[in-house]
Structure formats: structure tokens, C-alpha cells
């Protein structure tokens, strides 16, 4: 039994050195990572002889070209992204200049209504109304005798005039009240 424990014994640092080496091994592959997946592929040792393995000028030229390789991959994925992307961002810009003329359009449609829809709601102009007499306001600009007038002016015609090409439209001056396109009062200007 004495012969058996002084073999094992004998054995014991030499399996100790073993495991030291294979935990050392290990050790340098988890700090390398991925690279020292590829050393075995590309005929290099992590640690350990030199016998069997590549001199490294042999190793360097297996490395190289895939190294290469790898970088016009990773130029060309880099290139195909930059296009995707500028492409992305035209076409989000052309949808935001879309969305942006359709957005002024419905709201100088609903200005229009609205403006059409205030004028509609005021009330005719009296031209025997105080205001109206004031200024000399008829609604046919052909019957009045002011020496003001002159032939073709109408509020039609006139910078105050807010009805468009309406009969009847707003004018800042008889507030709340329409007055009649074809009509003239003295405060008449011509529309530059």
C-alpha cells in the first residue's frame, strides 16, 4: 500500500501542473472571447509548444485577408444603412411638406366658411340708419349726389370691402351690419 500512495503521490504534482496549465489555458480564452475561437481555425495556439504551430508571418497572412475581408463587409453594410436612411428621411420629409399643404389648404377653407358664414349671419345695412346717412352710404353707388363719387367706385371696389365677390359683405366701418357691393359711402378707397 506504501508502494501505491508514494506512485500516486509521485503522479500528484505532475497532474498538478496539468490542471494548472489547462486552467491557464481556459483563463486566457475567456479573456480573449471570440478572438480565441478563431485562433485554432486559423492554425494558432493560445498557449502551450511551439510544435505543430504556423510561424507567425504564416498566421499573419491567414488573418490578413480576412480581416480585409470583414472590413469591406462592414463598409458596404455601413453604405447600404446610410441609403436606407436617406431615403427614409426623404420620404418623411416629403410626408411632412404633404401633410403640411393639405393642413393650410383645410384651413384657409375653413376661414373662408368662416368669414362666409359670419357675413351671412350679420345684418343688412339701413341706409336711413344714422351711420349710414353719416357717411353718405346708398346701396346703389349709380343714385348718389356727393361730389366725391365718381363713376365705377362701389364698395365692390373698395379696400374696406370684406364680401369678396359676394352681394353683400363686411366693411369696418358699419360693424356687425353688410353692405351692399354695388353700394358707395364717402369714406370710399380704391382696392390698390
Known amino acids: 500500500m506504501t508502494k501505491k500512495s508514494t506512485n500516486i503521490a509521485s503522479q500528484t504534482p505532475a497532474n498538478s501542473e496539468v490542471e494548472l496549465i489547462v486552467t491557464g489555458r481556459r483563463r486566457v480564452l475567456e479573456m480573449m472571447g471570440m478572438a480565441a475561437v478563431a485562433l485554432p481555425v486559423l492554425g494558432l495556439q493560445a498557449c502551450g509548444s511551439d510544435e505543430g504551430s504556423a510561424p507567425a508571418s ?3 497572412d491567414k488573418v490578413e485577408p480576412a480581416m480585409k475581408d470583414v472590413a469591406a463587409k462592414a463598409e458596404s453594410a455601413t453604405a ?3 441609403e ?5 428621411a426623404e420620404d418623411a420629409s416629403q410626408s411632412v411638406e404633404a401633410a403640411a ?3 393650410e389648404s383645410e384651413v384657409q377653407e375653413a376661414a373662408s366658411q368662416a368669414q362666409t358664414i ?5 345684418a343688412q345695412l339701413d341706409e336711413n340708419g344714422p351711420q349710414a346717412m353719416g357717411l353718405g352710404y346708398k346701396h346703389d353707388a349709380t343714385t348718389v ?3 366725391r363719387y365718381k363713376s365705377g367706385q362701389q364698395c365692390s ?3 374696406l370691402f370684406q364680401g369678396g365677390s ?4 363686411g366693411c369696418p366701418l358699419f360693424t356687425g351690419k353688410q353692405v351692399k357691393a354695388t353700394g358707395w359711402c364717402s369714406a370710399y378707397s380704391a382696392a390698390g
Open 157 to 159: 371696389n373698395c379696400v
Open 145 to 147: 349726389d356727393n361730389a
Open 118 to 122: 359670419a357675413t351671412d349671419a350679420m
Open 80 to 82: 447600404s444603412m446610410a
Open 166 to 169: 359676394s352681394e353683400w359683405g
Open 58 to 60: 504564416s498566421a499573419m
Open 84 to 88: 436606407q436612411v436617406k431615403a427614409t
Open 101 to 103: 399643404e393639405e393642413v
